[in-house]
């Protein structure tokens, strides 16, 4: 037979298990979720800042977890405006770009280049985009960019 002060170890016991598996959920979970997060970042230019006095940059980086109906879009701001760059092509885990364009080049400055997660809509938005300045070539950036677009990461190049 359980005694009184057995009973109310057992109870405590129990109550501290309980508790401790309450605690531990959004632990788990947040591991769950950080695991499975689309994630991208720059490796080079190695960010937070980077400075340069080419008329161009390389960027490459890594990615992963990316969804399938998702693209990885490499945007440049840039006085004020938006420039989509292109589709960053994941192969193993990582993406490059050569030759990203850095405004004018003869102008010193401050740019950013950011990675964005895309839907189809804001894919089919940035390709418009492209395609417009492929035939204009007094067309500029975008003014604002579609709602819905996530940022994975960013860095900011400094020409000199």
């Known amino acids: ?54 008329a161009t940059i390389d960027a490459e980086g890594t990615a992963a977890n990316l969804p399938a109906d998702n693209d990885l879009w490499l945007v440049v701001r840039s006085d004020g405006l938006w420039y989509p760059i292109g589709i960053c092509t994941v192969n193993d ?9 850095l405004g004018n080049p003869k102008e010193k400055g401050q740019y950013t280049l950011y990675l964005y997660l895309t839907g189809p809509a804001e894919t089919g938005d940035f390709a418009d985009f492209q395609t417009r300045q492929a035939n204009d070539e007094s067309a ?3 003014k604002s960019l579609p709602p819905g677009l996530r940022v994975l990461d960013h860095a900011v190049v400094t020409r000199a």
């Open 1 to 54: 037979m359980w005694s009184r002060a057995d009973k109310i170890n057992l109870t405590i016991a129990l109550v501290a298990a309980v508790a401790a598996l309450v605690a531990a959920v959004p632990v788990v979970k947040g591991f769950w979720l950080d695991w499975r997060r689309p994630q991208s970042s720059f490796s080079n230019p190695s960010a937070p800042q980077h400075n340069t006095t080419a």
């Open 93 to 101: 885990g990582g993406w490059s770009f050569e030759d990203v364009p």
């Open 140 to 142: 500029t950036g975008l």
